[in-house]
């Protein structure tokens, strides 16, 4: 990528000078090209667009928010939400990339707000998106363009991104050391990681296209490719060509809109996993582990414990060997043995030779030490170290198979 920047700016400089130059004003003069565009100064430009699609949410942030994307609270509100995302020169970081376009999307309430009688658990609120965008024309207007930008970050927002924790972040905060500009604090909640979780396994890649399409029904018909966005700036640097510039300022807008989409869709498993699956297309089986684990650990309501174990159990119905595993765990440690073990026989006839394993594994622990049945116990121990790749640890499986077979060459008491 260096290369290629590197060989884009000579263009750039050759194709400046085989034109007249002009004295004092900017290499292309566009803003009276921009429909609907401001200026904030001669090389940056900003415009405002209120979205059309409705958003309906719960009254107030599900109690589970945090669970499925982590980085948001439960008394976080909507309108403190800013979603966020920027184009720039090139897609893989480092100091030389910068970013030429910015956008912000926000929550706005639709109609009256009720008074506290007519309030309830079960209110659900209309919110319309609100989308600021920020564009730089040329290199100096960088720090215009960044303090504009920096201006949206308020003291209580929680940024909203895909990929920005490792990317737009980390690009912006380069940008403003490079400027002497202090980098903005905030909490940040990357839908990246919990789209993984939930679509990994259905899709082809996890990219916010793919799921917008196929998971939430978007259509991005004639919407251009990201990856486009570098070559496009540097295009319009050098022929001053707005038509380009335009369409890619709309796939920022659009990826804004999409990625309040997914967060909804988030929100929506949030408030009721089991539920929102008749809607919504998700993979359940590591969500309802993370969720499992998650409401365990730090002892939350026995609402959110409830909801993990019937999530559990949902995910385990639908096939999943590693929820069918815990699930067995969790009946276990209740007590209803029975039960459990019928989950282990269903997660031991999994096409996941590792995970047959481990299912095989407990069940000969238990035949072993509660059923005191070592012969039934070694059959389990066989049959999962059998199906053991090469590549795996044979130890444990080797160690019970020896002392089991000890156990059972002694001589029974007359």
């Known amino acids: 990528m260096a290369g290629n920047l590197r060989d884009r700016l000579s263009r750039i400089q050759l194709a400046k000078q085989d034109k007249p130059k002009r004295e004092n004003t900017p290499p292309v003069k566009t803003s009276k090209n921009m429909r609907g565009w401001t200026e904030i100064d001669s090389l940056a430009l900003k415009r405002e667009i209120r979205g059309d699609e409705s958003f309906i949410f719960p009254r107030n942030m599900p109690e589970a928010a945090g669970i499925v994307i982590p980085g948001i609270h439960n008394d976080c509100k909507y309108e403190d939400l800013l979603f966020f995302d920027l184009e720039t020169t090139g897609l ?77 972040s980390q690009i912006l905060a380069t940008r403003c050391i490079m400027k002497g500009i202090m980098p903005p604090e905030y909490r940040h909640a990357d839908l990246l990681y919990p789209a993984r979780r939930l679509w990994k396994r259905l899709l082809p890649d996890c990219s916010q296209a793919t799921i917008e399409t196929n998971i939430l029904g978007i259509d991005r018909t004639g919407d251009i490719p990201g990856a486009m966005a570098p070559e496009i700036w540097f295009s319009f640097l050098g022929n001053g060509d707005t038509g380009p510039l335009l369409q890619i300022c709309d796939h ?147 160690c019970r198979i020896q002392r089991l077979r000890k156990k059972l060459e002694k001589p029974t008491a007359p």
Not at 100 to 112: D, Q, T, Y
Not at 338 to 348: D, M, T
């Open 92 to 168: 893989s970081g480092g100091a030389g990339t910068m970013a030429f376009l910015a956008a912000f999307g926000r929550f706005i309430k639709c109609g009256k707000e009720k008074s506290n009688n007519e309030k309830n658990s079960n209110e659900k609120n209309e919110y319309r998106l609100y989308i600021t965008q920020y564009l730089l024309l040329d290199y100096p207007g960088e720090y215009v363009f960044i303090e504009a930008v920096l201006g949206e970050f308020k003291p209580d927002c929680t940024i909203v991104s895909y990929n920005g924790k490792c990317f737009d």
């Open 252 to 398: 920022n807008r659009r990826d804004i809109t999409g990625l309040a989409s997914m967060f909804g869709a988030m929100l929506n498993i949030a408030f009721d996993p089991i539920a929102a699956a008749k809607n919504i297309s998700f993979d359940p089986e590591l969500p309802a582990i993370r969720w499992h684990e998650i409401t365990v650990r730090n002892e939350l309501t026995s609402r959110l414990l409830e909801t993990g174990k019937r999530f559990l159990c949902y995910a385990a119905e639908k096939e999943c060997p590693r929820a069918q595993m815990r699930y067995a765990y969790l009946l276990f440690r209740d007590g209803n043995f029975n039960e459990g073990r019928k989950w282990l026989f269903r997660a031991a006839a999994s096409a996941q030779p590792p995970l047959q394993a481990a299912a095989l594994r407990s069940l000969a622990i238990d035949s072993e030490r509660r059923l005191k049945n070592p012969s039934e116990a070694l059959e389990f121990a066989e049959r999962g170290m059998s199906l053991l790749p090469a590549s795996y640890r044979r130890d444990e499986f080797e």
